[in-house]
Nanobody, 124 residues
Framework: QVQLVESGGELVQAGGSLRLSCAAS????????MGWFRQAPGKEREFVST????????YYADSVKGRFTISRDNAKNTVYLQMNSLKPEDTAVYYC?????????????????WGHGTQVTVSS
């Protein structure tokens, strides 16, 4: 089993930056694809970004491309999401996920383990 704990979410003004962290425990996640998803009130959970097990390949939703950067430190069993130029529409609960994804990495059903989320609120 893998336990994931997100941190770093808070209230920030539009244009500001945040770095989210996701610490894994229970098992090394170096062999897992890691992803970030988010869910705003009244909306479905949506894909934000993902990074391959080795950290070489990264993908982003169009809405965050150029503003967000995903990275991982397998030695620390941690994945990060650097978020710059934040907008009010980025407001959501952000979830970290891990899995041996064999299909569409944008689909949350492809991931096996989830954190409880961290709230990001961007004020205008």
């Amino acid at each position: 089993q893998v336990q994931l704990v997100e941190s770093g979410g808070e209230l920030v003004q539009a244009g500001g930056s945040l770095r989210l962290s996701c610490a894994a425990s229970g098992r090394a996640v170096s062999n897992y694809r890691m992803g970030w998803f988010r869910q705003a009130p009244g909306k479905e959970r949506e894909f934000v970004s993902t990074i391959s097990a080795g950290g070489v390949l990264t993908y982003y939703a169009d809405s965050v491309k150029g503003r967000f950067t995903i990275s991982r430190d397998n030695a620390k069993n941690t994945v990060y999401l650097q978020m710059n130029s934040l907008k009010p529409e980025d407001t959501a609960v952000y979830y970290c996920a891990a899995g041996r994804v064999n299909g569409d990495y944008r689909k949350y059903a492809q991931y096996d383990y989830w954190g409880h989320g961290t709230q990001v609120t961007v004020s205008s």
